[in-house]
């Protein structure tokens, strides 16, 4: 089965469920080792951890932002 094959058949007889199902799986099918990451990737991500370290205070824990994300908006 072709590529556009998979892709014609999962868009168009799966599911809404089934197909997030089938995106998770892709998705946690990807090891970290899979990907080339460009090098100014990872130099922002240190930049942002040095900042972190700078300024710890600065920070809001990810419970905290997840908690403002999912309260009703006024």
């Given at each position: 089965?072709?590529?556009a094959e998979i892709r ?67």
């Amino acid at each position: 089965m072709t590529r556009a094959e998979i892709r014609e058949q999962a868009l168009t007889q799966l599911s809404p469920s089934e197909r997030i199902a089938l995106a998770e799986d892709l998705w946690d099918s990807v090891r970290p080792g899979d990907l080339d990451v460009p090098d100014w990737h990872l130099e922002v991500v240190r930049e942002r951890l040095d900042q972190d370290d700078d300024s710890p205070d600065d920070v809001i824990p990810g419970e905290e932002v997840l908690a403002r994300l999912r309260a009703p908006r006024a």
